[in-house]
């Protein structure tokens, strides 16, 4: 067997599964979101563009390591379990950072009411956010955090291309339209923040993020009636003071123990 045959049957190179990895799923995940975005009109495009980071991360995973290490690193039992107390903590989280939102545009005298919800909508964006989550702290993050990144550098630079890809939601006609860009990238990056940290606290466990990601999405229908420039900052004000809460009462570890590097 010559060299080059050799070659052709060996897997991507080890370094595609540390930090060329990351890179290369940030860059490849934000340019194919903004791309569906812009080319897919109304829900179609942020419908597609929640299953980018999950057949991204699969893609990287098959490449490196083989298809058999999708399902262990991505779908297995022990990536999703969690407990009841991080269960309800998570979950809290989400109905808390709304209601914090409600109550402080209440508190500006802004009038709102509340719209729509219901269980198969939960249940959608329940989908959608665990999509994202794969991809963002299933895949993304560990890597970052077996090169030696802190918790809070590398939710924050993963914050970045997942702020990127939603700025197109901002435009006329989008689903975000009328929100301020800088106020959606800030609200992006507190998440990220908010995210890390119920996914490290609760044992590096998928469903944490999800439930956070997903409830919160779900019950957008609580700033029902605000326009998007008084949600977007009455969304920075409470998302990031509970981002910068947590960030001083983990020290900046966002629930990581040592034991988990």
Known sequence: MSDSTLQSEVTWPDQWNGLRAVWLFC???AALSIILELLLPGLAGPMAVAFVPMGTAVILITGSAGKQQVRPQLFSRPAWRISLKWAVISSAA????????????????????????????????MLFAATEEIGWRGFALPRLLQKGWSPLAAALLLGVPWALLHLPLTLPGMLSAGTPMLAQSLVILALSVLTTWVYLAAGRSLTAPTLLHGVQNALASLNYGLSPEVS?????????????LVIMLSRGRLGLREAQV
């Open 27 to 29: 860059l490849v995940t």
């Open 94 to 125: 989400a109905v808390g950072l709304r209601l914090g939102v409600s109550l402080l545009a209440l508190a500006l005298g802004h009038r709102f009411q509340t719209g729509p919800f219901s269980l198969p909508l939960l249940i959608i964006f």
């Open 232 to 244: 977007g900052w009455s969304m920075v004000v409470v998302y990031v003071a509970a981002a910068l």
